[in-house]
């Protein structure tokens, strides 16, 4: 039996946004969304289990990004989350 293994599969999770912020790159001050980036490994091109994961804040505008730890993700996840809450009560 041949198993087809890949790596590199990626996955960016929206969570919600964050805090509004100036970009460096692009210039805008808008809200940042907090993002849990994973590569997975896949088997047969189906995801089994992320091998790297990633924690950041990027801009919606331009894609620019700061990495945050763990820590300050789970502390922003909460916030992130009733700001995304928000967001679709007003779209609504
Ligand atoms: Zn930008």
């Known amino acids: 039996m041949i198993f087809i293994i890949g790596f590199g599969h990626e996955k960016i999770k929206n969570i919600g946004p964050l805090k ?3 970009c460096e790159r692009c210039n805008n ?3 940042w969304m907090l993002q849990k980036r994973q590569l997975w490994v896949t088997l047969f091109f189906l995801p089994i289990f992320p091998s790297y994961t ?3 804040m990027s801009c919606t505008i331009c894609g620019e990004f700061i990495r945050m730890s763990k820590e ?3 502390v922003a996840e909460p916030m992130a ?3 995304q809450k928000l967001v679709n009560t007003f779209n609504n």
């Open 81 to 83: 989350i009733e700001n």
């Open 20 to 22: 509004e912020r100036k």
């Open 54 to 56: 990633e924690y950041r």
């Open 29 to 31: 001050l808008k809200f």
């Open 72 to 74: 300050e993700f789970i």
